[in-house]
């Protein structure tokens, strides 16, 4: 059907072409050819044309009628020079049109043409990408690769084209060509937008590149200040980077820019938190390795002959790690207050709103995790008792805010198998089976 509609559009046109074509017996060859379905010889034909007159529209107009035709009777993975051809030829067409004030039916067929072929094979791509039924394959996507550039080749401003074009070849795992392509559309757009400066940056990181990633996030920043996506991954940059207090600064610097904003003291506080989560993971690494080491340590001096070396090497390294775990301590304590207080203020400002609730849960379930690892490793039986009630106490708080998140949004499974946990912790055995059944198992 596109096929039979796409002859009749070229015969309606040819039909058009009789008085316009001004006799040049190759004008008239290449109008004979197209009617034929012989596009080298309308190509051929054309070129002959313009040999005769360089400044021929008309010749450049079935110049890239015969090229963008040859082009369709290739594979996709052949089509591009030819839609490339064809692009130049229509828009020196155009430009001969407009400056020797001409107009008719082959100046307005050409955006018809380019508009057709370009829909066909940014289709064609699509429908590789998200077929209709199972999931996209690597062949097909490779395929649907070769319909985007020849999409972009027809209609090299289509920043459609290559927004689609970097995402697959992120998805094929070929970061450079997703790297060139998004920044081909950031080029491309006459008004930019902040994703853009979002995808590129995360191919940069991706591929290794934080530096890069930094720039293009700051360049972003500069366009769109107020931006919690492009602040929020500068900032994870500057993690990554281990900058950590040039990465607060910066969730920081929107907090100054509009205090009442409880959205950006809320990207604070969880930016933040997650830190503190990747150092509490690393506590409770070195935690083990403590354990073990002292364990080593205790066999090494019962033995009949203690080895000297071996003792004082497990004793040095039992002092690095006591030590790096008191620093941690001390960065966790800070961060996880300075988190705490932004999200309570989210939370006095933007009272309905339960991810504020649930992530000042998470805080205070996740701090008495930390005091219980405390607990289970000091042979003080006093200290132990107040550790365990200090983790209690904390974890009462954590009802609280989980109570609230899953009062705000009832249908969260997720709010309700956290409440579950906790109430189970806490020998609250009515409220978990509630919390249980709520939470879907």
Not at 94 to 118: A, H, K, M, N, S
Not at 187 to 195: G, K, N, R, S, V
Not at 241 to 246: A, M, V, Y
Not at 267 to 272: D, H
Request: charged residues 25%; negative net charge; aromatic residues 8%.
């Amino acid at each position: 059907m596109k096929s039979l509609l796409t002859k009749a559009l070229l015969l309606l046109m040819i039909a058009g072409f009789a008085v316009a074509c001004g006799g040049d017996p190759n004008i008239e060859s290449a109008k004979l050819n197209l009617n034929r379905g012989d596009y080298q010889q309308v190509v051929s034909a054309a070129e002959a044309a313009l040999v005769t007159n360089p400044e021929s529209p008309i010749a450049f107009y079935y110049l890239g009628i015969g090229q963008s035709e040859l082009g369709k009777q290739q594979p996709a993975a052949q089509r591009e020079q030819f839609f490339r051809d064809a692009r130049a030829s229509f828009d020196r067409a155009l430009e001969l049109f407009e400056e020797q004030g001409r107009t008719g039916t082959e100046r307005d067929f050409i955006p018809v043409q380019v508009t057709q072929i370009w829909g066909q094979e940014y289709n064609s791509a699509v429908q590789l990408i998200v077929p209709e039924e199972g999931e996209a394959t690597e062949q097909g996507l490779q395929r649907s690769i070769s319909h985007l550039r020849n999409a972009f080749a027809i209609e090299p401003d289509s920043v459609q084209s290559v927004d689609v074009l970097a995402e697959v070849h992120f998805m094929v795992g070929d970061l450079p060509n997703a790297i060139e392509r998004m920044q081909q559309a950031i080029d491309l757009t006459q008004e930019p937008e902040a994703f853009r400066f979002v995808r590129l940056a995360f191919f940069q990181r991706e591929n290794g590149d934080a530096e890069g990633s930094l720039a293009t996030l700051n360049a972003g920043r500069a366009q769109f200040p107020g931006d919690i996506e492009i602040s929020q991954e500068v900032a994870n940059v500057y993690l990554q980077l281990g900058e950590i207090d040039q990465a607060l600064l910066v969730v920081r610097e929107l907090i100054q820019s509009d205090p009442e904003n409880a959205q950006y003291r809320l990207v604070f506080g969880s930016q933040v938190y997650q830190l503190v989560l990747d150092m509490s993971d690393e506590q409770r690494d070195l935690y083990r390795s403590l354990d073990d080491m002292s364990r080593e340590l205790r066999d090494a001096q019962r033995a009949s002959r203690p080895d000297a070396n071996v003792v004082s090497a497990l004793r040095e390294n039992i002092e690095s790690t006591t030590q790096r775990i008191a620093e941690l301590e001390e960065q966790i304590q800070d961060l996880t207050q300075q988190a705490e207080d932004e999200l309570i203020v989210a939370a006095e400002l933007a009272p309905d709103d339960d991810f504020v609730f649930n992530t000042l849960g998470v805080i205070y379930q996740n701090r008495a995790a930390a005091i219980y690892d405390l607990r289970n490793i000091t042979e003080d039986i006093e200290e132990a008792a107040r550790l365990d009630a200090l983790a209690m106490d904390m974890l009462r708080q954590a009802v609280g805010f989980y109570e609230r998140a899953a009062e705000l949004d009832p249908d969260n499974q997720e709010y309700w198998l956290s409440l579950f946990r906790v109430y189970t912790r806490l020998g609250m055995t009515e409220e978990a089976l509630n919390a249980q059944e709520k939470a879907g198992f």
